[in-house]
């Protein structure tokens, strides 16, 4: 069976944060639109905490939460133990969705970062304050594809950028 494409995809400041006391420490009306642009009609993974802090399953899109929580159940969504049967319900829907996002939290981003094939990341240009952090990884490892500069209307010249990296190919 063919592994779904899998691609992470996060808002993060210049000091790789990307949540505060579970919620995101900016408000970027134009980020939330470009995110509902990349994940209509996709599967999003997600921890509990992130489901927690977004407060419902997202419409229009195959929600599943992964959580430890013994009978946790949110109607409308999908709920697993695991990073591996989110991966295999994933697979499942590999021929309805193109593209299966993983969009947090920070230990959703560790678990999935080294088998993730792109990552869409909106690169906040200034340093914020937070409790939740997008972990590090290997630039050689990615090439960047597109980049598109923002800059914020209702925040005094917020500037962040719009990037997607993709994995490089081994050629071992």
């Known amino acids: ?59 229009g899109r195959t929600n599943i939460i992964i959580t430890r929580q013994a009978g946790y159940e949110v109607p409308g969504a999908i709920v697993v133990s695991s990073i591996d049967n989110a991966l295999l319900i994933c697979e499942e829907n590999s021929a309805i969705n193109g593209e299966h996002f993983i969009i947090g939290g920070e230990k959703i981003y560790r678990q999935t970062l080294e088998i993730c094939q792109r990552m869409y990341i909106t690169e906040i240009q200034r340093d914020f304050e937070g409790d939740v952090f997008f972990p590090e990884f290997d630039p050689n490892e990615w090439e960047e594809t597109q980049r598109d500069k923002q800059i914020s209307e209702n925040d ?17």
């Open 156 to 172: 005094a010249n917020l500037e962040y950028h719009f990037v997607v990296l993709d994995r490089k190919v081994s050629t071992i």
């Open 1 to 59: 069976m063919m592994s779904p494409r899998l691609a992470i995809l996060v808002a993060m400041a210049r000091n790789r944060v990307i949540g505060w006391n579970n919620k995101l420490p900016w408000h970027l009306p134009a980020d939330l639109k470009h995110f509902k642009f990349l994940t209509m009609g996709q599967t999003i993974v997600m921890g509990r905490k992130t489901y927690e802090s977004i407060g419902k399953p997202l419409p």
